[in-house]
């Protein structure tokens, strides 16, 4: 018996391959393996079900490769897991993103048309000045102080006033002077001229008449002649003619 016993383990240690032997007729035919007496070789499957409706053929090899294929990559799941994590935590803010698409959907028109608005001015972005010169920049020239002297023309008693430089002028008194009607008037302008008397005095300036002093034109007496004496006269344009206010300084 004992001796029964041990020619049969030698027979499936010999038996348990799934591959065939020369040596061993029995090789490939033992189903029977355990974790002492594995299976040496390739194990081969043709999975199917009862009724063999379907037919998947696969080996251990292809598992082995699967398998190291799995492992190499498992390294990667914690990664997975923590993204995984990370969203769902955030999951439930998706309502909310859909909500604000809700909400802001029924104004995309309005968003279009913004842009379209924008989009026609923008040409104008980097001109800044083409957009300043729409208002009327007078005023803010005369604040910054870059006052201008006025002369008149050599030969004559005629002062001219551009007013598309010259916000804030100065004119010197040395003589009768006439000053003409300005030229570039901007509607909603501010501009002043400062007159001062030479240490002689006693000359006058006539207005041409475009310019208003309550309600009068041509006032030729207007400023002080007093010698060294200042007067101060603040326009207003409408665009057709110069509103003044007039103040007299003395040293």
Known sequence: ???????????????????????????ALDPIASQQ?????IFYNNITDSVRSFSIQTNSLQWWATYNTVFSL????????????????????????????VSFKPNSASFIAVYTT????????????????HEPQEYTASKTFSGTN?????????VFWDLSGNQSTFLTMDRDLGIVNPTNMRRGGH??????????GNWDLKFGTSYRFNGTTNQQFIIDTTPRSRTVITFVCDGMLMYGDVTKFNE
């Not at 383990?9 to 061993?24: E, F, G, I, Q």
């Not at 935590?89 to 909310?96: K, R």
């Not at 501009?191 to 002689?200: D, I």
């Open 1 to 27: 018996m004992a001796g029964t016993f041990k020619f049969h383990s030698k027979l499936h240690r010999d038996s348990h391959h799934t591959v065939a032997a020369s040596n061993s007729p029995d090789a």
């Open 37 to 41: 007496l594995p299976f040496a070789g």
């Open 74 to 101: 498992s390294s990667n799941w914690n990664n997975t897991y923590t993204l995984y994590s990370t969203v769902n935590s955030l999951s439930n803010n998706w309502n909310d993103g859909y909500s604000g698409y």
């Open 118 to 133: 924008v989009r026609t001015y923008s040409a104008e972005w980097n001109t800044p000045f083409i957009m300043y010169v």
């Open 150 to 158: 006025l002369t008149f023309v050599p030969g004559t008693s005629s």
């Open 191 to 200: 501009y002043t001229l400062t007159c001062t008397q030479n240490v002689v």
